[in-house]
């Protein structure tokens, strides 16, 4: 910062950003003081944050398991209650285990298990060309390798049936429930990273189709859903030969589906 805020300015700024509709004004305020280098750069800032776009969007990265991720605009946000996906899978991971992100967006998961699992080998894939330049960013610098592509098509030949822990979030919101989500997530972040079909499944059906053939013999596939979805993505797993565990956080109301070959 090249600019010193006042308790004047403080005031100021978060007064905005409250009457703007921000809930946490205060917290805000102080996460763009903090970024901003020039007075000028933060009057940026907050008008595009009063003007409705996410905060991770305007900052630039967004806080995940501790790790700072690079995000830009219309680039999917990585949400906390993921955290519980990569809890589930770091408890299962080995020293020098054969990881996959799919569906990686910003590559968050993958960078969070990375920095988890000793001696990791990482890639990620995703077909948005914008996710896949955030995740190249991200991930690069932890010796992971991104891939552009959809789902499983992207990745290297040599990665079938060595893949010992497959995370995947892919997108589950039913399309019908599209337009109830809030307005930064609706306007501002890519619709094939939300979007899951009629009802919330259709990439876990195509992940589970295919799954068995690149995973390797005990090797795992996680994906996150809401606890009313988890009984028909744990049956569609078994319907593909995987067994399937769901395991559930009321504290950030999710669920992650274990699937095992």
Do not use: K
């Not at 290297?156 to 429930?177: C, D, F, K, Q, W």
């Not at 059906?205 to 013999?217: C, H, I, S, T, Y």
């Amino acid at each position: 910062m090249t600019f010193s805020p006042t308790p004047l300015l403080r005031s100021a700024v978060a007064l905005r950003l409250r009457q703007a509709g921000c809930v946490f004004a205060e917290e805000e305020t102080e996460l763009l003081l903090a970024t901003a280098r020039t007075v000028a750069e933060l009057e940026a800032m907050i008008v595009r944050r009063t003007g409705g776009e996410p905060l991770e969007h305007v900052l630039g990265w967004a806080d995940f398991c501790g790790l700072r991720i690079f995000v830009e605009p219309g680039v999917f946000i990585p949400r906390r209650r993921t955290e519980f996906l990569v809890r589930c899978a770091t408890g299962l991971a080995r020293p020098g285990a054969v990881v996959v992100d799919l569906c990686c967006g910003s590559g968050a998961v993958g960078a969070a298990l990375a920095t988890a699992v000793e001696g990791a080998e990482l890639h990620a894939a995703d077909v948005d060309p914008a996710a896949v330049r955030c995740a190249r960013r991200n991930l690069a610098p932890l010796g992971g390798r991104v891939h552009q592509g959809d789902l499983f098509a992207p990745l290297p030949a040599h990665l079938r049936g060595r893949i010992t822990l497959l995370a995947a979030n892919t997108p589950y919101v039913p399309t019908g429930e599209i337009p109830l989500l809030p307005p930064e997530a609706r306007l501002h972040e890519p619709r094939t990273a939300l979007d899951g079909g009629p009802d919330g499944l259709d990439l876990q059906r195509r992940l589970a189709a295919e799954a068995a053939a690149w995973l390797a013999p005990g090797g795992h596939l996680l994906v996150e859903a809401t606890a009313r979805q988890a009984p028909e993505t744990a049956a569609v797993f078994l319907a593909h030969g995987l067994n399937a565990e769901i395991t559930t956080s009321e504290d950030l109301d999710t669920a992650v589906i274990t699937a095992t070959r």
